[in-house]
């Protein structure tokens, strides 16, 4: 669940979806202006998120994941690289945090903490989102999703600057892993050696896979046997296709 309302995104969003990836077609070549929320449009944005999570769960979902993270309009507030408001919603760390955990609070009053999860990622950059102080943005946000007693925290390793390739990085996500309470979710790269060894060192108590899941329907038995795996196609990432890239990767063979 997340909105995005960022100058430069529509143009190559949207654009993906075009013949040859071309613009669409207007009756201008002006580009949008940037949309910022207003104080009084705030409440308006929380509710939204309010009613999605209602229309999920009576939808049949088992819960949420408030998406906070890859600069998303959660991220953007949190971010003070990009947020540049002087009301009570910029300025301070705390005041940054305020509109995600005014979502997260809503979302719970809603349909209760143990249906709701957070995903954040505090050490990235994606859609030139970043923060000057990532490891105090990520303990501080652990230490009050704690007070609001969410189900778990889905957080994006900092290796993971970018979309595309892990970097070397000295940051860890240890810090907020010891201060949350619940259940403390990594993503980032993982393969089955290091996922495992990622929980079995108690660093995490899950780890999310992406491309790899994209790619192998069966993964969970794959790595249960070390069997091979398909290798993801990332050009066919994203794209409008209801089957290439998402329900055309085999499954392992029934004798395996």
Request: proline share 6%; charged share 20%.
């Amino acid at each position: 669940m997340g909105f995005m309302p960022r100058e430069g995104y529509f143009s190559v969003r949207f654009g993906a979806y075009q013949p040859n990836g071309q613009a669409p077609i207007s009756s201008t070549d002006k580009p949008l202006k940037p949309m910022v929320v207003g104080n009084h449009e705030i409440p308006m944005v929380i509710n939204d998120f309010r009613v999605a999570a209602r229309n999920a769960i009576e939808a049949g979902f088992d819960g949420v994941e408030i998406h906070g993270a890859h600069g998303y309009l959660i991220d953007q507030f949190f971010k003070d690289q990009v947020n540049d408001r002087t009301d009570k919603y910029g300025g301070s760390l705390e005041n940054r945090c305020r509109f995600g955990l005014e979502v997260i609070e809503a979302v719970v009053d809603e349909i209760g903490a143990g249906k709701v999860g957070m995903r954040l990622s505090p050490f990235a950059n994606y859609w030139e989102s970043s923060d000057s102080n990532p490891g105090a943005l990520g303990l501080y946000m652990a230490h009050a999703l704690n007070k609001i007693g969410i189900l778990y925290c889905h957080t994006v390793e900092p290796r993971m600057i970018t979309f595309v390739d892990k970097v070397e990085t000295p940051n860890s996500l240890r810090a907020m892993r010891d201060a949350f309470k619940g259940t403390f979710i990594v993503a980032g790269g993982y393969g089955r050696e290091d996922g495992n060894a990622t929980v079995s060192s108690g660093y995490a108590d899950l780890v999310a896979y992406g491309r790899l899941f994209l790619s192998n329907p069966d993964l969970p038995r794959r790595f249960e046997i070390d069997a091979p795996l398909n290798k993801y196609n990332r050009d066919t990432f994203y794209i409008s296709d209801p089957v290439l890239g998402y329900t055309d990767y085999p499954f392992l063979s029934s004798d395996v």
